[in-house]
T-cell receptor, first 112, second 112 residues
Framework: DTEVTQTPKHLVMGMTNKKSLKCEQH?????MYWYKQKAKKPPELMFV???????INESVPSRFSPECPNSSLLNLHLHALQPEDSALYLC???????????FGQGTRLTVV | GDSVTQMEGPVTLSEEAFLTINCTYT??????LFWYVQYPGEGLQLLLK?????DKGSNKGFEATYRKETTSFHLEKGSVQVSDSAVYFC???????????FGGGTRLMVKP
């Protein structure tokens, strides 16, 4: 199994909604990441988890709340988002520091 | 600061043409370098990598050589196909090994 699986694939939410994005990998990777990608732009790092502990938060607004319940799962909880938060949200994992990252297919989020 | 610069696209080629996408980086030390590809509506796929100077990464007919003296990692393919149409991202991994920095991406369009 060499996949990073993200659900849902598409999500439309209102500005008062609470929703969660899910990411799962079964490759035994110990580092997991959330990236945000706006149209025609490169991915931007949001959060890094290492051994289930948050190690990097790139000054992301508190309306985005990550969670790593175990070594295979990574969630991103969303609350009170703005239309400008609409983007493709990518999850990635890597075996350890210093190695390549493997990306999921992404969740395309639209905030209305 | 550290950065990755890619040639701006779109790059439009006819099928079977030779492809070069330029990538240069500014970073301390000798970071690992990567090329990722993103097909329409999908996440990023690792295309190839190089972890030290003079390494050549290759995959699916694509090649890139880590040139320390010119701080470059140009992507090449001898004969492109319509199915190669995608956005290509050059990236490097920081010295701590926990953060990928991406170039702006180069859109490739291959016409039959």
């Amino acid at each position: 199994d060499t996949e990073v699986t993200q659900t849902p694939k598409h999500l439309v939410m209102g500005m008062t909604n609470k929703k969660s994005l899910k990411c799962e990998q079964h490759m035994g990777h110990r580092a997991m990441y959330w990236y945000k990608q706006k149209a025609k732009k490169p991915p931007e790092l949001m959060f890094v988890y290492s051994y289930e502990k948050l190690s990097i938060n790139e000054s992301v607004p508190s309306r985005f709340s990550p969670e790593c319940p175990n070594s295979s799962l990574l969630n991103l909880h969303l609350h009170a988002l703005q239309p400008e938060d609409s983007a493709l949200y990518l999850c990635a994992s890597s075996p350890a520091w210093g190695t390549e990252a493997f990306f999921g297919q992404g969740t395309r989020l639209t905030v209305v | 600061g550290d950065s990755v610069t890619q040639m701006e696209g779109p790059v439009t080629l006819s099928e079977e043409a030779f492809l070069t996408i330029n990538c240069t980086y500014t970073a301390t030390g000798y970071p690992s370098l990567f090329w990722y590809v993103q097909y329409p509506g999908e996440g990023l796929q690792l295309l190839l990598k190089a972890t030290k100077a003079d390494d050549k990464g290759s995959n699916k007919g694509f090649e890139a050589t880590y040139r320390k003296e010119t701080t470059s990692f140009h992507l090449e393919k001898g004969s492109v196909q319509v199915s190669d149409s995608a956005v290509y991202f050059c990236a490097y991994l920081n010295n701590a090994g926990n953060m990928l920095t991406f170039g702006g991406g180069t859109r490739l369009m291959v016409k039959p």
